[in-house]
């Protein structure tokens, strides 16, 4: 996602969280709203805080086993987003922390952050590494039946094969120069060369 479209939505949330906050003060009584503020604030944090110690419990058993945490170093950059939404004070802020700080909310945005964010990016600076769309082998753009190859043969072959237009070497079909009917053929009777007309 683009910077221009993240940072309006970070200026919303305040604006979000104010209204809800006159909304449900008007329902509760400011006592009562500051309260619940005060209280799911606290209780998030308590959460975070023991829902951070597992998530660094299997990331240490992972390293043991030497096996990369992937997930795990997912679910603590999660956690760090979780504890700053729920030490804002508001309704809509603790809401976001409690669904970030939770496993039965925070595992399927974890999964959807990592399709569509994490693999993607990783893909892009690695050409294609983590996915497996990578060149390993062959010619990129084909290897008998392609058009275009990369030394400039039509049909596959750098040497400007059979169905090449224009090899490397200028030759048409694998051809080296231009094609004439004179060639040069050594003569072995006589030993040198000479020209043959066709």
């Known amino acids: ?4 479209y993240v940072i309006p939505a970070l200026l919303l949330i305040p ?6 906050l006159v909304v449900v003060a008007d329902y509760l009584g400011w006592q009562a709203t500051v309260l619940l503020v005060v209280l799911t604030g606290l209780i998030g944090m308590l959460l975070v805080r ?27 950059a ?16 603790d809401a976001i922390g409690f669904l970030l700080a ?3 909310t925070r595992y399927p945005i974890r999964t959807v952050l990592k399709r569509f964010v994490v693999i ?16 390993t082998s062959g010619f990129p753009q084909g290897d008998g039946d392609g058009a275009g190859g990369p030394f400039g043969a039509a049909g596959g072959s750098p040497f400007g094969g059979d169905g090449g237009d224009h ?32």
């Open 78 to 93: 999660l956690l760090i987003v979780a504890g700053a939404f729920l030490l804002t004070p508001g309704v809509v802020t």
């Open 1 to 4: 996602m683009r910077l221009r």
């Open 15 to 20: 604006l979000v969280d104010a209204l809800m």
């Open 167 to 198: 090899g490397p070497f200028g030759g048409a079909g694998g051809t080296s120069g231009d094609a004439s009917d004179d060639e040069d053929v050594y003569d072995v009777d006589s030993d040198s060369y000479r020209v043959e007309d066709e």
């Open 50 to 76: 023991a829902e951070g110690r597992h998530t660094l419990r299997r990331i240490q058993e992972k390293a043991a086993r030497g096996e990369p945490p992937a997930n795990e170093l997912l679910d603590g």
């Open 120 to 135: 993607p990016k990783l893909d892009e600076k690695t050409d294609g590494f983590v996915t497996g769309g990578v060149w």
């Open 102 to 104: 939770l496993p039965p």
